[in-house]
């Protein structure tokens, strides 16, 4: 079973500060997802990415797949990006063939104006 | 707008009064899934749908009942509500071909079980 790790599992910054939000997983996989939970509930799905780097807007994802390891970076963080960011990954179950996604606990970010 | 619709957003009801959660998609999606998510344990799956009238069991089952008649819906029947079934629930769908493809998810429904 894969295991998915996320730290911190609280972060408060400053407006305008860089954030790091990690997340390590136990199996080997080709592609994690990162998730964004608003405040309200919804879940929106962010990046999807299976090596390298992907930006969008001021979203940083970076994946290390020897090292099992990502990052999801917000530059210039803002008051709007306070959210729980989640990280998961695909396993594919051999009994059934479900490709379930594991989810980490998440990271829950505040941005102070 | 393609989206996941589910209803209804907030239920408060009593132990043992049998309730459905609808679930929607308008994406022509295969693959639909029911997940909870609680304090500290993060979203974990319930109930899964490859496709129409097949379903399958995901981490926990335990009295949830679910049905897939028709492709874009995809009901949570709870039989007979605990307290312990007071969560955050999620319907998500996506393409069939592997969990590297995006997720939608429903906007959730907040369930109280008194």
């Known amino acids: 079973k894969n295991e998915v790790e996320q730290s911190p599992q609280n972060l408060t910054a400053q407006e305008g500060e860089f954030i790091t939000i990690n997340c390590s997983y136990s199996v080997g996989i080709s592609a994690l997802h990162w998730l964004q939970q608003h405040p309200g509930g919804g879940i929106v799905s962010l990046f999807m990415l299976s090596s390298g780097k992907k930006k969008h807007g001021r979203l940083i994802a970076t994946i290390n797949i020897q090292e099992k390891h990502s990052s999801l970076h917000i530059t210039a963080s803002h008051p709007r990006d306070s959210a729980v960011y989640i990280c998961a990954a695909p396993q594919l179950e051999e009994v059934g063939g479900n490709e379930k996604l594991t989810f980490g606990t998440g990271t829950r970010l505040t941005i102070i104006p | 707008e393609a989206q996941v619709t589910q209803n209804p957003r907030y239920l408060i009801t009593v132990t043992g009064k049998k309730l459905t959660v609808t679930c929607s998609q308008n994406m022509n999606h295969e693959y639909m899934s029911w997940y909870r998510q609680d304090p500290g344990l993060g979203l974990r799956q319930i109930y899964y749908s490859m496709n129409v009238e097949v379903t399958d069991k995901g981490d926990v089952p335990e009295g949830y009942k679910v049905s897939r008649k028709e492709k874009r819906n995809f009901p949570l029947i709870l039989e007979s509500p605990s307290p312990n079934q007071t969560s955050l629930y999620f319907c998500?769908?996506?393409?069939?071909?592997?969990?590297?493809?995006?997720?939608?998810f429903g906007p959730g429904t907040r369930l109280t079980v008194l």
């Open positions: 998500a769908s996506r393409i069939l071909a592997g969990g590297y493809n995006e997720q939608f």
